[in-house]
């Protein structure tokens, strides 16, 4: 078979090591060697998002997305309100997950890859005080912009509210810090920057949080975050069958990062090769999206016009290079995003830039 690189934001190349543990022997989640195992993962990924023991981790088998449902359809009681930050696709998700569970909702929507006013969400936290939870996105991966989730932080320290942030393209790509940034509930996924497979997604939270949850406010039978906190706790387990198998990469991948790479390592990994990649382009004369508050991992560009964005990013398959195309309207506008999470290094994003600027020259964009 052909290897292809993916410079796309998930799923992603793994370390060999990672793709092997695929391969370790059955065992039965009900067994003391699951119950060593998944405690190791908890502990681990406290670490990841800089947790002291005031927090606790849990395990949610499903993608990112699942783990964002877990915390949204559990975290409110009759007439608590959230309001929800976005300015891109997956702060539009997580307005999705609100209105399905009919939670009381203050918009505070800004156009895409637009930053959000920090002013403004205080001036509406002040004017709601049902507010219970503020929602947001710290990288929105549809624009790749890092959103102001510390100054967010603040303010709900300042109007006594729970900060929620979808971690999921930024867990080991960013420094998360939920103590410095006063995060309540964070969640993110193996198959992103943390370089494991997708479907081992996994929540941090305040003990304090956990431990105020009933089994009646959470809104879904297997995505409750009750349950699942009272299954870690009473015996290292979930509540319904996990995926098993997940769980091995999941845990050797997070190793990987904190006692090999270093999470400080992994992110300077990542910072040197987005530069490599925005520098490679801007030499073709490309335009970026975005020329400040980029992610690490996630670059938004626009090809020259003319040159058919689909048609692009299937000659670049043939090649063996895996894009994303531009979600929404910047798919029109000819925009396609290069990422550099997991198992991409220097000499990997040089090698793209070739194949890029030479395909480019073939379909008369150079």
């Known amino acids: 078979m052909s290897k ?42 406290l670490r990841l998002f800089g947790a002291d023991q005031s927090y606790y981790s849990v395990i949610v088998s499903g993608s990112g997305t699942s783990a964002n449902e877990t915390c949204l359809s559990s975290l409110f009681r009759e007439g608590e309100a959230v309001l929800a930050i976005h ?19 203050v918009d505070c ?65 960013e420094f998360i810090d939920v103590v410095g940034n006063n995060i309540a509930v964070c969640t993110s996924v193996g198959g992103k920057c943390l370089g494991a497979f997708p479907g081992s997604a996994y ?8 431990e105020s949850l009933t089994a009646q406010q959470c809104k879904n039978v297997y995505l409750s975050l009750y349950k699942h906190y009272q299954s870690a706790v009473s015996s290292r387990q979930t509540p319904n069958t996990p995926n098993v198998n997940l769980f091995w990469p999941l845990n ?28 490679g382009l801007r030499v073709m004369g490309l335009r970026m999206l975005l020329e400040e508050h980029l992610s690490n991992t996630v670059t938004s560009v626009f090809l020259p016009g003319g040159v058919d964005a689909a048609a692009f990013i299937a000659a670049m398959e043939k090649k063996g290079y895996t894009f994303y195309i531009g979600k929404g309207d910047y798919a029109k506008q000819g925009m396609i995003q290069v990422a550099n999470m997991g198992e991409i290094y220097e000499r990997d994003c040089r090698g793209m ?7 480019l020259a073939e379909m008369g964009g150079s």
């Open 109 to 173: 929507g800004f156009p895409w890859s637009v930053y959000p006013d920090v002013k403004r969400i205080d001036e509406l936290l002040a004017a709601h005080p049902e507010v219970k939870v503020v929602a947001m996105v710290f990288h929105e991966t549809s624009t790749g912009m890092i959103n102001p989730v510390h100054e967010v932080g603040r303010l709900c320290e300042k109007h006594g509210k729970l900060l929620f942030v979808d971690c999921v393209s930024a867990g080991g790509g």
């Open 252 to 279: 050797r991948a997070l190793t990987n990062l904190l006692e090999t790479e270093t999470l400080a390592g992994r992110i300077e990994r990542y910072r040197r090769c987005a530069s490599i990649i925005r520098e």
């Open 4 to 45: 292809t690189m993916l410079f796309s934001p998930g799923p992603v190349m793994v370390r060999e090591d990672v793709r092997q543990t695929l391969t370790h022997y059955d065992i039965c989640h009900r067994s003391p060697e699951f119950e060593e195992m998944f405690a190791d993962t908890q502990e681990k990924i």
């Open 87 to 105: 300015n891109g696709m997956f702060g539009e998700r997580l307005i999705e997950i609100i209105d399905k569970y009919r939670v009381p909702m």
């Open 203 to 210: 929540v941090c939270a305040r003990k304090s949080l956990f």
């Open 353 to 359: 830039l070739d194949a890029f600027r030479a395909t």
